[in-house]
C-alpha cells in the first residue's frame, strides 16, 4: 500500500521569495506517479502539477515545479515568486497501484501562509 | 465544457437523516472516485466506480454508506442514518475511461453537517 507523508502542517513565505513544500512517499511499484493540489479557503480541490516516476525531467508548470528525487523518496514542490493567493493548503497524491490513474492516497497537507 | 459538478454545495442533516450527494462527471468521462475529508485531514479514498459497477469500494466504511453510478444521471453517494461523525466534506473526482491521461478532476464539494 502506498503511504504519503506532509511533514510541515504550517509554512509562511514572504511575498515574491520561494518556498518548498515536502512530500515523501512510500510505494512498492516500479512505476507510479506524484499529484499535487491546493486547497484554497473556499474548499475546491484545484491540480497542480503530477509527475511520473519515469519522467526524466523534473516537471515545471508556470510557477510551480517538482523536486522529484527517487532516491530520497521525495517529490518537493517549488513554489516560485509566492504571490498572496497562494495562500491554500497543499496536499500531495500518489495513485494506486503503480497507475498515473487511479484512486489517490493524500498526505496530511501543509498550509502555506503568504505574507506581504 | 462544464467541470464536475456536486451538489448540494451545502447540506444540513439530523441525526439519524438520510443524505444523498449528487455527483455529475465532465463530459466524456465515465470514471468517478468519491473521497472524505474531515476537518484538518487530507481527502480519504472511499469508492471508485464506472457506469453501472463499483470498481473499489475499499474505503466505503461497511455499515449505512452505498454508491451507485446508473447508466444515466449523477452518481450518488447515500448515506442512511447519519451521525455527527459523518460532518465532513465529499468530493468527488472524475478522470477519462482510458486510462491514458491522469487528470483527475474534482468537484467542489458537498459539506455535510449533521447537527
Known amino acids: 500500500a502506498q503511504k504519503i507523508t506532509q511533514t510541515q502542517p504550517g509554512m509562511f513565505v514572504q511575498e515574491k521569495e520561494a518556498v518548498t513544500l515536502d512530500c515523501t512517499y512510500d510505494t512498492s511499484d516500479p512505476s507510479y506517479g506524484l499529484f499535487w493540489y491546493k486547497q484554497p479557503s473556499s474548499g475546491e480541490m484545484i491540480f497542480l502539477i503530477y509527475q511520473g516516476s519515469y519522467d526524466q525531467q523534473n516537471a515545471t508548470e508556470g510557477r510551480y515545479s517538482l523536486n522529484f528525487q527517487k532516491a530520497r523518496k521525495s517529490a518537493n514542490l517549488v513554489i516560485s515568486a509566492s504571490q498572496l493567493g497562494d495562500s491554500a493548503m497543499y496536499f500531495c497524491?500518489?495513485?494506486?497501484?503503480?497507475?498515473?490513474?487511479?484512486?489517490?492516497?493524500f498526505g496530511q497537507g501543509t498550509i502555506l501562509t503568504v505574507h506581504p | 465544457n462544464a467541470g464536475v459538478m456536486q451538489n448540494p454545495r451545502h447540506l444540513v442533516r439530523r441525526r439519524g437523516q438520510e443524505a444523498r450527494l449528487r455527483c455529475s462527471p465532465m463530459?466524456?468521462?465515465?470514471?468517478v472516485y468519491w473521497y472524505r475529508q474531515l476537518p484538518e485531514e487530507g481527502l480519504k479514498f472511499m469508492v471508485y466506480l464506472q457506469k453501472e459497477n463499483i470498481i473499489d469500494e475499499s474505503g466505503m466504511p461497511k455499515e449505512r454508506f452505498s454508491a451507485e453510478f446508473p447508466k444515466e444521471g449523477p452518481s450518488i453517494l447515500r448515506i442512511q442514518q447519519v451521525v455527527r461523525g459523518d460532518s465532513a466534506a465529499y468530493f468527488c473526482a472524475s478522470s477519462r475511461p482510458d486510462g491514458t491521461t491522469y487528470e483527475q478532476y474534482f468537484g467542489p464539494g458537498t459539506r455535510l453537517t449533521v447537527t
Open positions: 497524491a500518489i495513485p494506486a497501484g503503480g497507475t498515473s490513474y487511479g484512486k489517490l492516497t
Open positions: 463530459k466524456g468521462h465515465s470514471h
